[in-house]
């Protein structure tokens, strides 16, 4: 199957009981879409942000094991890991473009030159062996002094971790490395490879929208009496369900599955040994990964009592609360904003509107807590010096996470939180989507 047709197959985006074994399609077939998008993200996002951010030459140096952050944003898919050592050079050349160079790993499907200096060619075997050592550090010597960039990248910073991917051993390799002058044009732009990690190819959405119907439909049955046998079934047992469907899929996760559950007359946080009874809500965290992309969501449960046919209004209202909060919250993200702004903006009307409330919205993509501005962290209301001023891109994916407590009188006026958190996309447009839908009412186990 070619690329465009499983694109094709992926926008139509059958129901999982419907679902065929492979709901993304074959291993093979996923490589050559994010082939795809690894040729987008180099030829049209990197020149972009290193002239942006005034970098001549971004030098990414690691070794196998040990690889930086940005690794898997720049290599092909069938590429797990460093080979050795591997450092991948990209400099400015003007007119001619970003140049890519390889020392070390390869030429990534042809997205990269493999630089090789000719007395590293074992003429024995009619290749170049690996470049390990002195030798590759020689070979980097020698192509800076070619380029002669008057400023030099690297992946070291203080505030991000994504930026932050130069080990300390590697980098003080590279600086003796450097010829003569040109460790004082070292920079550590922080945003250059925060952002390039950060933007998203639009051939990604697609994909990444079919990847939230299969979510959708894992919760959809988890919490349903597919799964749940009340007065016996334990949120463990649902988690490792959520689990064990994602694997059968042929998916991966990059969490381990969350279930919990919320009683009328009774704290169960922190109680271990819970079975799911009649009255509950339940509330699952869940994320999938596949084609290196990551989804994060939170949905809300009720268990039917005998003769309900739906959830008390009480709860129902908490629910709203926090779909209102959700509202607010997407109001206030605009490109150019910080996720700091954006947060005390948002917790300012959410007051107003006599919402109790806490906002913990992150980036999402290439990671599950990916790259990009914090909008809060459930215990730092007041904001995130330094990783919450980064400003909001368009073209990037955020969890919109978040939670409201209400008292909801069917329970004696007892407090319910109600935690969703559910995938956005701000478009190029500067506008805040849904990337397929939010929950507005509860999964209902009957």
Request: proline letters at 6%; one cysteine or more; aromatic letters at 8%.
């Amino acid at each position: 199957m070619t690329s465009l047709l499983l694109v094709a197959l992926l926008l139509q985006g059958p129901t999982l009981s419907a679902t065929p074994a492979r709901p993304l399609g074959t291993l093979r077939e996923q490589a050559a879409v994010q082939q795809r998008w690894l040729q987008y993200r180099v030829d049209s996002v990197l020149p972009r942000l290193m002239r942006q951010n005034g970098v001549e030459m971004w030098i990414v140096a690691m070794r196998e094991y040990n690889e930086d952050p940005v690794f898997w944003s720049l290599v092909s898919p069938t590429t797990m890991f460093a080979r050795r050592r591997t450092i991948y050079v990209f400099t400015d050349r003007g007119s001619k473009g970003i140049e890519r160079l390889a020392l070390g790993g390869g030429s990534q499907g042809g997205v990269y030159e493999a630089y090789v200096a000719r007395d590293t060619v074992d003429p024995t075997i009619g290749r170049r062996p690996e470049l390990v050592g002195q030798g590759q550090w020689d070979l980097l010597a020698k192509l800076v002094r070619e380029r002669n960039p008057k400023t030099i990248a690297v992946d070291i910073s203080y505030t991000h971790a994504f930026s932050d991917g130069l080990s300390a051993g590697e980098w003080e390799q590279l600086s003796r490395a450097l010829p003569p002058g040109y460790l004082q044009r070292v920079v550590r732009p922080d945003r250059l490879p925060l952002d390039y990690q950060a933007l998203r190819a639009p051939g990604m959405l697609p994909v990444y929208r079919r990847m939230m119907e299969v979510v959708w439909a894992v919760i959809d049955t988890a919490f349903s009496n597919q799964v749940i046998t009340p007065g016996k079934t334990t949120p463990d047992d649902v988690a490792w369900w959520m689990r064990q469907r994602v694997n059968d899929l042929g998916l991966g996760t990059w969490f381990h599955t969350d279930v919990d559950v919320q009683r009328r007359g009774q704290d169960l946080t922190g109680v271990d040994t819970v079975v799911i009874q009649r009255g509950d809500v339940l509330h699952c965290d869940f994320g999938i990964t596949a084609l290196g992309l990551n989804t994060d969501t939170q949905h809300m449960g009720y268990v039917l009592r005998d003769g309900e046919s739906d959830a008390p209004e009480g709860l129902k209202r908490a629910l709203l609360n926090s779909n209102r909060l959700q509202d607010l919250l997407l109001a206030e993200m605009r490109p150019g904003r910080s996720g700091n702004e954006v947060l005390a903006a948002t917790l300012a009307t959410m007051r107003a509107a006599g919402i109790n409330g806490t906002i913990y919205t992150h980036p999402i993509g290439d990671r599950g807590h990916g790259a990009g501005p914090l909008i809060g962290l459930w215990d730092h209301q007041e904001g995130m010096p330094g990783r919450g001023d980064v400003p909001l891109l368009a073209g990037t994916w955020f969890s919109i996470e978040l939670q409201a407590t209400t008292p909801v009188p069917e329970w004696g006026n007892q407090p319910v939180r109600s935690a969703q958190e559910e995938d956005a996309e701000l478009g190029t447009d500067g506008q805040m989507r849904w990337i397929l839908r939010r929950q507005t009412t509860f999964h209902l186990v009957r």
